[in-house]
């Protein structure tokens, strides 16, 4: 699903990242890669952003697109990213290993930022329980996640709940059903993205995430007002 890491990026450079590296899979790119709608994406494969330090210096977004071919990565983006948004392919794949929960765990020992947006069958693979579960006490599940792995939890729905360690769960307002599509959330994880890029992460880093979701859903709410029931596609949101 190579069009989910580009609904990411292009998010994350139309909402604030002076800079956005997308790093695809395979090993080899050609040299004349480029994304037409948004040519300011520079184009890397993970080995050069690796070398360049990149995940180091910069806020990382991980897990949009990529299936099980993003489990070898896994590893080294939660080891070298200083700050990381993970989402959907790779939440799925730290759910199925142990040693890849120790590692995004050992983050919040070394005062590293990690934000996670599972939806409900994610987080209920996490937690090891049933989305039955989660759906039946929210904002208990957020705030669980968010305990258990020392992380931001954005457990994404109908009033998406924002947790993290020390801080009351919150509750986001904004949004509707016009969210509802896919891609939507592709383009959340590259909003989160920017906005701990711009923030430095650490302690502004809880609040970057609450203004993101918010403002995620009031462009939705906008189309709504303005459209009515036409539908919403991803790439809309990043316009």
Same mark, same amino acid.
């Given at each position: 699903?190579?069009?989910?890491?580009?609904?990411?990026?292009?998010?994350?450079?139309?909402?604030?990242?002076?800079?956005?590296?997308?790093?695809?899979?395979?090993?080899?790119?050609?040299?004349?890669? =480029?994304?037409?709608?948004?040519?300011?994406?520079? =184009?890397? +494969?993970?080995?050069?952003?690796?070398?360049?330090?990149?995940?180091?210096?910069?806020?990382?977004?991980?897990?949009?697109?990529?299936?099980?071919?993003?489990?070898?990565?896994?590893?080294?983006?939660?080891?070298?990213?200083?700050?990381?948004?993970?989402?959907?392919?790779?939440?799925?794949?730290?759910?199925?290993?142990?040693?890849?929960?120790?590692?995004?765990?050992?983050?919040?020992?070394?005062?590293?930022?990690?934000?996670?947006?599972?939806?409900?069958?994610?987080?209920?693979?996490?937690?090891?329980?049933?989305?039955?579960?989660?759906?039946?006490?929210? +904002?208990?599940?957020? +705030?669980?996640?968010?305990?258990? =792995?020392?992380?931001?939890?954005?457990?994404?729905?109908?009033?998406?709940?924002?947790?993290?360690?020390?801080?009351?769960?919150?509750?986001?307002?904004?949004?509707?059903?016009?969210?509802?599509?896919?891609?939507?959330?592709?383009?959340?994880?590259?909003?989160?993205?920017?906005?701990?890029?711009?923030?430095?992460?650490? +302690?502004?880093?809880?609040?970057?995430?609450?203004?993101?979701? =918010?403002?995620?859903?009031?462009?939705?709410?906008?189309?709504?007002?303005?459209?009515?029931?036409?539908?919403?596609?991803?790439?809309?949101?990043?316009?």
């Amino acid at each position: 699903m190579g069009g989910a890491a580009l609904l990411a990026a292009r998010a994350a450079i139309r909402t604030g990242a002076g800079r956005v590296f997308l790093s695809l899979l395979e090993e080899h790119l050609p040299e004349s890669i =480029f994304d037409p709608q948004q040519p300011e994406l520079m =184009f890397r +494969t993970l080995g050069a952003a690796k070398r360049d330090s990149l995940m180091r210096r910069g806020a990382v977004v991980c897990g949009c697109g990529g299936g099980e071919a993003l489990v070898p990565a896994l590893p080294t983006v939660l080891a070298d990213a200083q700050t990381l948004v993970l989402d959907a392919d790779a939440l799925n794949a730290v759910a199925a290993d142990a040693r890849l929960q120790m590692g995004l765990t050992e983050r919040h020992t070394s005062n590293r930022t990690t934000v996670i947006t599972p939806h409900p069958l994610e987080a209920a693979r996490l937690l090891g329980c049933s989305t039955q579960q989660v759906m039946s006490d929210r +904002t208990h599940a957020a +705030t669980e996640l968010s305990q258990r =792995f020392g992380v931001i939890c954005v457990l994404k729905g109908s009033g998406t709940v924002i947790s993290a360690p020390g801080e009351r769960p919150a509750i986001n307002a904004s949004g509707n059903a016009a969210l509802a599509t896919a891609g939507t959330g592709d383009v959340l994880a590259g909003m989160l993205g920017a906005a701990l890029a711009i923030s430095g992460g650490g +302690t502004s880093a809880h609040s970057a995430t609450l203004n993101s979701v =918010f403002e995620h859903g009031r462009l939705a709410d906008e189309w709504v007002q303005a459209h009515g029931n036409r539908p919403l596609t991803a790439d809309w949101l990043t316009r």
